[in-house]
């Protein structure tokens, strides 16, 4: 049981780069969110989606672009890096109660 | 802004002690989460409270939301070197984001 599954683990761009982040979680679960941590700031919601299909904005979601194309998958795109971004990104899932229960790993972003 | 914050920041304690860590709100919270998060770890699930007043345990963990809804605790009695990490609670904010607290660094002298 793999639970939330993020790829890729560790990644390293260029200002102006684009990359997609995925995440996929094998529970049926209706809700997904991507955080970002930085450090002394907890986490912040960027966008999340309450079922297949559908996608909302968080807190800080300037720069960011989100699709739920299959409920199992949320994809996280940065179109245009900037160092700003450089962050842990954190994908969660949880049932249909807003309630993120399930985090996967997380990816180390480092854009310079 | 920050709208659920948390004390303290960090926190040393030698192994044995009780800790406890502080969330705070300026709004009413319809419900509230407790995570916590080791070193270089993802954020782990650790329990909901509902209702004003309510208090849970999970063996040495006990946690508590206040009789108004804009506060609670998590409390750890006779710490273990395995409760090191960070503390967070979240929140159901405006209806729609669930924010996060900045966390409680807990270190655990053995």
């Known amino acids: 049981n793999a639970g939330v599954t993020q790829t890729p683990k560790f990644r390293v761009l260029k200002t102006g780069q684009s990359m997609t982040l995925l995440c996929a979680q094998d529970m049926n679960h209706e809700y997904m969110y991507w955080y970002r941590q930085d450090p002394g700031m907890g986490l912040r919601l960027i966008h999340y989606?309450?079922?297949?299909?559908?996608?909302a904005k968080g807190e800080v979601p300037d720069g960011y672009n989100v699709s739920r194309l299959k409920k199992q998958n949320f994809l996280l795109g940065l179109e245009s890096a900037a160092p700003s971004q450089t962050s842990v990104y954190f994908c969660a899932s949880g049932p249909g109660t807003n309630l993120p229960q399930h985090f996967g790993d997380g990816t180390r972003l480092s854009i310079l | 802004g920050q709208q659920v914050m948390q004390i303290p920041q960090y926190q040393h304690v030698q192994e044995g002690e009780d800790f406890t860590t502080y969330c705070n709100s300026s709004?009413?919270?319809?419900?509230i989460q407790w995570y916590k998060q080791r070193p270089g770890g993802h954020p782990v699930f650790l329990i909901q409270l509902v209702k004003s007043g309510e208090v849970k345990k999970q063996k040495r963990l006990t946690f508590q939301f206040g009789e108004a809804k804009k506060n609670s605790s998590l409390h750890i009695t006779a710490t273990q070197t395995t409760d090191v990490g960070t503390y967070f609670c979240a929140a159901l904010v405006g209806g729609q984001n669930f924010v996060f607290g900045p966390g409680t660094r807990l270190s655990v002298l053995p």
């Open positions: 709004t009413t919270l319809s419900n």
């Open positions: 989606s309450v079922g297949e299909g559908t996608t």
